[in-house]
């Protein structure tokens, strides 16, 4: 069964780091994009970052720009987000998630097909 494999949640205080991994198992096509979108109890998800994973494009969220980083480890077939200074404002589950299609749009990975279950990220102040 294809699933996206998640791991790296937990607890920090605010100011420290946490890094986020997903995984891919099982797809027989490949994701072109990949990323990650978080959601908070009562609230819409919100698009954090996402890659491409032929062509290297990034984005980014405002909220989230200068503080986060999305990579992808083709060897491996993993993508990573390195979260950095992390504020209580970033508290949230945050799902992995992936598209096939190779014109995917960044800026939409909240609405991607394929997500993981989710790992929850706390920060407390």
């Known amino acids: 069964q294809a699933q996206l494999v998640e791991s790296g949640g937990g607890s920090v205080q605010a100011g420290g780091s946490l890094r986020l991994s997903c995984r891919p198992s099982?797809?027989?096509?490949?994701?072109?994009?990949m990323g990650w979108f978080r959601q908070t109890p009562g609230k819409a998800p919100e698009g954090a970052a996402s890659?491409?994973?032929?062509?290297?494009?990034?984005w980014f969220a405002d909220s989230v720009k200068d503080r986060f980083t999305i990579s992808y480890d083709s060897a491996n077939n993993t993508m990573y987000l390195q979260m950095n200074d992390l504020k209580s404002e970033d508290t949230a589950v945050y799902f992995c998630?992936?598209?096939?299609?190779?014109?995917?749009?960044?800026?939409?990975?909240?609405?991607?097909?394929?997500r993981g279950q989710g790992t929850q990220v706390t920060v407390s102040s």
């Open positions: 099982g797809y027989t096509e490949r994701l072109y994009c």
């Open positions: 998630a992936a598209e096939t299609g190779f014109a995917c749009r960044l800026t939409r990975v909240h609405e991607y097909g394929y």
């Open positions: 890659i491409h994973t032929r062509l290297g494009h990034r």
